[in-house]
């Protein structure tokens, strides 16, 4: 079965400082990935996503994400945070497993960063 | 831009009752997803419907049911409602089967008493 581990589950920065979070999944075939975030009392909205092509893509508010095949992993990064990036982040993934496409999440990552 | 709907927002009921939660997906969008989010915990997959019929089953107890309708809208029917199932429900869309990016609505958050 698939699976999808978030390393950090909670992450505290000060305004400025820079962000990772990391993201290894288990999965041989091949997988579509998400970062989500869930911001105070709202709901999940995508960062971005990793279909096919670059390896690093851009998503959203500054973020980006690198996928690197060989390790498994999709790490979430920002250069300079800023309080409203005070948010819960998820790491997803869509594969298919024995013809059915289950997307699985990871436990999130509840990043607060202070002004 | 149209987003996911969900209602209701809140919903409180007693252990054994029943509970239909309702999703409104994005116009064209053909998938349906469920999920159920317990405190702290990340989104675990319950079940989608693709083109009206049931694409996949994740961890969906068998006290829960759900369909999808003509007009794209789902119904997450739970019956013999239990403390533990006291939690955030999620639905989501998307376009084309379990591949693509899924847009989530706002969720229903039932209380079992």
């Known amino acids: 079965a698939q699976s999808v581990s978030q390393h950090n589950h909670h992450v505290i920065l000060s305004e400025a400082a820079s962000l990772e979070l990391g993201c290894n999944y288990s999965?041989?075939?091949?997988?579509?990935l998400f970062w989500y975030v869930q911001y105070p009392g709202q709901h999940l909205q995508l960062l971005l996503k990793?279909?096919?092509?670059?390896?690093l893509v851009k998503g959203i508010k500054g973020f980006e994400a690198e996928f690197i095949k060989s390790k498994f992993s999709f790490n979430l990064r920002k250069p300079s945070v800023q309080w409203s990036d005070t948010a819960e982040y998820f790491c997803?993934?869509?594969?298919?497993?024995?013809?059915?496409?289950?997307?699985?999440f990871g436990r999130g990552t509840s990043l607060i960063v202070h002004p | 831009a149209a987003g996911v709907i969900q209602s209701p927002r809140h919903l409180i009921k007693e252990k054994r009752e029943t509970a239909t939660l309702k999703c409104y997906p994005i116009?064209?969008?053909?998938?349906v997803y469920w999920y159920q989010q317990g405190p702290g915990q990340d989104p675990q997959f319950l079940i989608s419907?693709?083109?009206?019929?049931?694409?996949d089953k994740g961890s969906i107890p068998d006290r829960f049911s759900a369909q999808q309708f003509s007009d794209y809208h789902s119904e997450l029917n739970m019956s013999s409602l239990e403390l533990g199932d006291s939690a955030l429900y999620f639905c989501?869309?998307?376009?084309?089967?379990?591949?693509?990016?899924?847009?989530f609505g706002p969720g229903t958050r039932l209380t079992v008493l």
């Open positions: 419907f693709y083109e009206k019929m049931q694409s």
């Open positions: 116009p064209r969008h053909d998938t």
């Open positions: 989501a869309s998307s376009t084309g089967r379990g591949y693509n990016e899924q847009f």
């Open positions: 990793y279909f096919s092509g670059d390896p």
């Open positions: 997803a993934v869509n594969g298919v497993e024995g013809g059915s496409y289950i997307p699985t």
């Open positions: 999965y041989g075939g091949t997988v579509n």
